[in-house]
């Protein structure tokens, strides 16, 4: 088994590695059609071409008899301190318990920590026992659970962090919106944006109250999230990929 840089030649391998994943994954809790909308939704031909082609994306594949059999995705977010979010982590179910997602992990945790990350972090839906599993063994901590919607089902969904350096950075600050509400905002909790990231904005200073997204580029509030939970900043165009369901295979 060999890793290296994913190509545009790379793209349909990536789609269909994806796919199966999904359904080896999924398959017993999640609908067909449900599973086909995400991997049109998530895989876009052309997204994943720009994805490849930045230069701060970690996107190695695994090639075993030169084909491709899995792959990763992460970056670095520039929120208040320096995180690294493993968007993808998918292996073909051909191939697992072969060592290759282990193989692909230390490969993406190698190039985040010399981006100087402070954490790396990590979602699974609670029904991927096997990517649960995955995480815990290779030194993950839990850091809670979180409700996401896809279409119209709800999802529980889990996030493992791991830490690398010392946080130095602000966790959390107030906001006043254009309606003049207060809202506390937790800069440790966030999802990458086509500009900044989107910060999660609460309503109270215990942070139990949720109230929406404030923009990291334009500190505003003013986010709009659809069905498959794409987000958008309706005041600047700042914007989020639909949300996927893990980064675990």
């Known amino acids: 088994m060999d890793l290296r840089p994913a190509t545009l030649d790379d793209i349909d391998a990536i789609r269909t590695i994806a796919r199966e994943s999904l359904i080896a994954s999924y398959g017993h809790a999640v609908d067909e059609s ?7 939704e998530w895989y876009d031909p052309d997204d994943l071409g720009a994805d ?10 695994a090639v075993v008899d030169e084909t491709v059999v899995g792959f990763a995705e992460s970056y670095v977010v520039g929120r208040r301190e320096r995180v690294g979010e493993i968007d993808w982590l998918h292996v073909h179910p051909d191939h697992r318990e072969s060592g290759i997602g282990s193989a692909l992990l230390e490969r993406v945790e190698s190039e ?7 954490r790396i972090e990590a979602r699974v839906l609670v029904d991927n026992e096997a990517g649960t599993a995955f995480y815990e063994r290779e030194g993950y901590d839990l850091d809670g659970e979180r409700p996401v919607e896809i279409g119209d089902e709800r999802f529980d969904e889990r996030e493992y962090r ?5 946080l130095t950075g602000i966790s959390e600050g107030t906001y006043e919106t254009d309606d003049g509400e207060i809202v506390h905002v937790a800069f440790d909790e966030s999802d990458r944006g086509s500009h900044a ?5 609460y309503a109270d200073a215990d942070l139990s109250q949720r109230y929406g997204y ?15 939970d794409r987000m958008e900043c309706r005041d600047c165009g700042n914007r989020r990929k639909p949300s996927r369901w893990d980064a675990a295979y």
């Open 52 to 61: 490849i082609g930045d230069d701060d994306t970690v996107f190695p594949v």
């Open 214 to 228: 404030l923009c990291g580029n334009c500190e505003g509030t003013n986010v709009a999230i659809d069905t498959m």
């Open 112 to 118: 985040l920590r010399a981006a100087d990350v402070d």
């Open 197 to 201: 990231p989107f910060y999660v904005a």
């Open 34 to 40: 449900l599973l086909a909308e995400a991997v049109d």
């Open 162 to 166: 791991k830490q690398i350096g010392r």
